[in-house]
């Protein structure tokens, strides 16, 4: 999947639920940050001793992830997750 595609997949999740579930703002992230750095899905994946298919089922905004994983993919390219809760 290339990066218009998953952000055009990220917005039609977004506006199925009406809101952006945490994982999926997670995975956005992960995926922003791979871009800003030119980091490819092969090389995340040999980061994390993963596959190739397994960090695409990450970035995936419609696979089931599970927030650990996508947690420890933020810190392989230098990133944390941070979560806010405030008043509406």
Same mark, same amino acid.
């Given at each position: #999947?290339?990066?218009?595609?998953?952000?055009?997949?990220?917005?039609?999740?977004?506006?199925?639920?009406?809101?952006?579930?945490? *994982?999926?703002?997670?995975? /956005? =992230?992960?995926?922003?940050? #791979?871009?800003?750095?030119?980091?490819?899905? *092969?090389?995340? =994946?040999?980061? #994390?001793? /993963?596959?190739?298919?397994?960090?695409?089922?990450?970035?995936?905004?419609?696979?089931?992830?599970?927030?650990?994983? *996508?947690?420890?993919? /933020?810190?392989?390219?230098?990133?944390?997750?941070? *979560?806010?809760?405030?008043?509406?």
């Amino acid at each position: #999947m290339n990066g218009a595609e998953y952000v055009r997949r990220a917005r039609r999740y977004a506006r199925k639920a009406n809101l952006v579930p945490l *994982v999926v703002a997670a995975k /956005l =992230a992960l995926y922003t940050a #791979m871009r800003e750095q030119q980091l490819s899905k *092969v090389g995340l =994946a040999a980061r #994390m001793g /993963l596959s190739e298919g397994a960090i695409r089922k990450l970035l995936n905004p419609e696979h089931r992830s599970h927030i650990r994983q *996508v947690e420890k993919a /933020l810190r392989k390219v230098d990133k944390r997750l941070v *979560v806010e809760v405030s008043r509406r």
